[in-house]
Every structure is written in C-alpha cells, then in structure tokens.
C-alpha cells in the first residue's frame, strides 16, 4: 500500500505507546543471580541443603519459563499492536479523503441549484440546457450514493480495527504484569537459594558443587558420534561454541542463556527456529527413544518439561544448568528425562 500519513495521536495512541514503553522497560529488567543481595545465613540444616536448593532451582527455572513465555506473548502482542495502528492510520486517511470527496459532491450540487426539477423547469431560459444539467445531477447523484456506500464502509472496518486494537491492548496489559509476577517469583526462589548457599562452610560448599552435577567442560574431539542431521550438527557446535558463558534467566544470547534460550539460539546459527520456552521446543520435532538420540537433539526433564538440554553423544548433554553454573556438559540422566526431541 502507498505511503500514508498519520493523524494527531489520539488517547487510544498515547495508551498504546505507554504499554509498549512500559513493556520495553521490563523486557531489559532480566538480571543473573549474582547481582542478587547474598542475604544472612539460615537455619536448614546442612544435609538438606543440597535437596533444598535444588528444589529453589527447579522452582525458579518453572518460573523462568513461564517468565518467557509470557514474554514472548506481549512481544507477539506488541507487534499487533503496532500494526493495528498502521492500519488504523491508512483507514482514517481513507475515510478523510472519502469526506473530502462527498463534501465537493455536495458543494457542487448546491452551485448547481437545488430546485425542483418541475419548478427548475419553469424558470429555465433553454429547455434543453436544463435537461443536459438533469442528467448530470442524476450522474452526480449515483455517484454520491457509492461514494456514501464507499464511506459507510471505510467507518465500520476502522470501527473494528480499533476494538479489536483496544482489545489487543488489554492482552498486552494482562502479558505485562504476568511478566512482572514471574520475574518476582524467580527472584524471591533464586534469593533464597543464595541464602542458603551462603550459609555453607567453604567445606560444605565445595562437597556441594561437587555432589551437584558433573560439570564436565570438554568431551575428547570425535567422541560425540554423527549428529541427527546437518542442521542439528551445526547447532551443536553452536552450543559447544557456547561452553563456559553463564546462565541468565530469561536470556536466549548470546552472552548468557536459561535452558531453553541455549536451545533456540543454538538451532538458530543453524538456521532453524524454535519456540522459546522447553514446553514448546518439546513438540518441535519427532519424540524419539533416549536408546535412539544422537548428537543434536533436544533431551527434555522433569514431567513440566521445565528443562532442556542438547545431546552431544556418550551419555553426555549440553546444557545452561543454573543460576551460578555457566553452560557445560553434563550426565543425560542427571534429573529425570520426560522426552527427547528430533528437530
């Protein structure tokens, strides 16, 4: 469509801007563990720290992946958005012009003589101009009746357009403050995982870090095996590439990844886009055995499917871990497996 210009914003367009505002604001309000205040120590005792801050951990990255999730919806949102007001802009300016178009319609009527026809036909000096002016008029007549037509039209679409823009507004409003619960929900599980952490003794915290996980850095060159396909090759050595940078919940790189923006960002240098959130990415290819996985395909945890990681061969996934863990290799079988997924 031609270019088109757009009108004083009105009280509808300065809502939308201050949600999408707000919106841009929270999207940058993602931060890493680390900048959270340690905290004092507590009272758990020590033989069930281990299992209480997994439980945080696992309870926190449910929360981040509800935090994408809702993300990615109030971007989806904030799209339509805009593009309701583009098209809200184009059908006014047509509805503009239609007037300006029945208004010389109108005008050129009125210049005319709006007479009788009867009477118009009395006062007439020639006859025969009076019936070529008649049938202009009628000319002039039909073609203001679609004119109208055109107008009536032209006023119900921009009707609709701006409901269905208001209630896209309300979505987005709804998306915004779900997003602020999440970000609230994984800050007040990963504070409390601090906290605990903090109230270990350097002994007891490294006997922790290393009952944890395995934490492996590197596998031997070649001991991965072939990969599922080209694809899913070139996104495991975009993961690899990834080894070391940390975790930050609610990021997809590639400075810093949660589970799942590791996997989309991964299969994205390998020109293959998947969903952001490990629910999605589940159903984004075929299910398969875990007998069956080769490199490049997504292993998915726990029965919420609220983590993900990527198998690269001998037993071993790649995967960001947690707050505090950068991106490594660890076990398959680390945390009970729901599913594996050939992209």
């Known amino acids: 469509m031609g270019s088109h210009r757009r009108h004083a914003p009105s009280g509808f367009d300065r809502g939308v801007g201050a949600a999408c505002a707000a919106f841009t604001v929270l999207s940058a309000a993602a ?16 033989g069930g720290t281990r ?7 696992q309870e926190a990255e449910k929360a981040t992946e509800a935090y994408d999730k809702a993300g990615e919806r109030a971007d989806r949102l904030h799209r339509r958005v805009r593009d309701a007001q583009d098209r809200i802009a184009r059908e006014q300016q047509r509805v503009n012009t239609l007037r300006e178009a029945l208004g010389s319609v109108a005008g050129a009527q009125y210049r005319s003589g709006g007479l ?28 203001q009746a679609g004119e109208l037509h055109a ?30 619960a999440h970000k609230r929900t994984v800050e007040r599980k990963l504070a409390r995982a601090r906290q605990l952490l903090n109230s270990l003794s350097p002994g007891e915290r490294r006997a922790y870090d290393r009952a944890s996980r395995s934490g492996r850095s590197d596998l031997p060159p070649g001991l991965a095996g072939p990969a599922a396909s080209g694809r899913a090759a070139a996104a495991l050595a975009a993961a690899r590439s990834a080894l070391g940078r940390p975790y930050v919940w609610g990021a997809n790189g590639p400075s810093g990844f949660d589970c799942s923006g590791l996997m989309q960002w991964a299969y994205a ?41 990527m198998y690269v061969g001998h037993g071993q996934v790649i995967h960001a871990p947690h707050p505090g863990a950068p991106v490594r290799y660890d076990p398959v079988n680390m945390m009970p497996i729901s599913s594996v997924t050939r992209v």
């Open 31 to 46: 931060t890493a563990l680390g900048a959270l205040p340690a905290g004092s120590a507590v009272a758990a005792p020590h």
């Open 51 to 57: 299992a209480e801050v997994d439980r945080l951990y």
């Open 116 to 143: 009788d026809p009867s009477l118009a036909l009395l006062f007439s000096d020639d006859p025969g101009d009076y019936l070529d002016k008649a049938a202009t008029l009628d000319r002039i007549g039909a073609h």
């Open 151 to 180: 107008l009536q039209q032209a006023l119900r679409r921009l009707a609709q357009e701006r409901a269905e823009a208001t209630r896209t507004l309300a979505e987005l409003d709804r998306s915004r403050k779900a997003v602020i």
């Open 269 to 309: 240098q390998a020109g293959v886009h998947l969903p952001r959130t490990s629910q999605e990415q589940r159903l984004a290819g075929r299910h398969i055995p875990l007998s069956q996985a080769r490199p490049g395909d997504l292993v998915v945890y726990r029965s919420d499917a609220s983590h993900i990681g």
